[in-house]
């Protein structure tokens, strides 16, 4: 029939061109900057963007994949340093633990300061816990900073793209 050549494979594989684009050959081009976006999980569409090329949008999902792994490694940089100052505190700046030492302690502290325990064995079956193990008081403000937040997150959304001075119009 006439239309074979039409829906069969080509052979080509996606790959990676020299210009670091990836081509999908069962479309026949290359990835598109704000697809490249949805796959880093950035709704293109939702964002206040001006008329960026698909090279800058592509760009942008690049420094989103690689902004993940900068802001992680600040979060440690700044635990790190507070688990620093609780072990000077708790054990004197000028004496060596050792490495078996310096293990748990911070495992104490973890499980003191962020409620954390180690991970039980993988045959042990864990029970939900029950009702009144749970301290609901200890909620209350926890769900009080969230409800701020959402608000303020609200207040910092775009309502439309023709927002000026923090102000949105009526359209």
């Known amino acids: ?18 210009g ?12 598109l900057g704000c697809e490249k976006l949805l796959l880093q999980g950035i709704p293109y569409f939702r964002l206040a963007l001006g008329n960026e090329t698909e090279v800058q949008l592509g760009d942008l ?21 507070q688990l620093k100052e609780e072990m000077y505190a708790e054990h004197g700046r000028g004496k ?13 502290y973890l499980e003191e300061k962020a409620g954390w325990k180690e991970a039980a064995p ?8 029950a009702a009144e193990d749970v301290d609901r008081a200890a909620f209350v403000p926890l769900l009080q900073e969230l409800a701020s937040l959402a608000e303020e997150a609200v207040a910092s959304s775009i309502a ?7 102000r949105n119009s009526r359209t």
């Not at 039409?6 to 996606?14: C, K, L």
């Open 1 to 18: 029939s006439k239309e074979k050549h039409r829906t069969a494979v080509s052979g080509i594989a996606g790959c990676v061109t020299p």
């Open 20 to 31: 670091g684009d990836l081509f999908l050959p069962h479309l026949g081009r290359p990835l």
């Open 61 to 81: 999902a690049g420094n989103a994949m690689s902004l993940t792994v900068v802001c992680a490694a600040i979060l440690g940089a700044v635990c790190a340093g």
């Open 96 to 108: 060596m633990m050792t490495e078996r030492g310096r293990e748990e302690f911070i495992l104490g």
């Open 122 to 129: 993988a045959t042990t079956v864990l029970s939900p816990p």
């Open 160 to 166: 439309c793209t023709c927002e000026t001075s923090g």
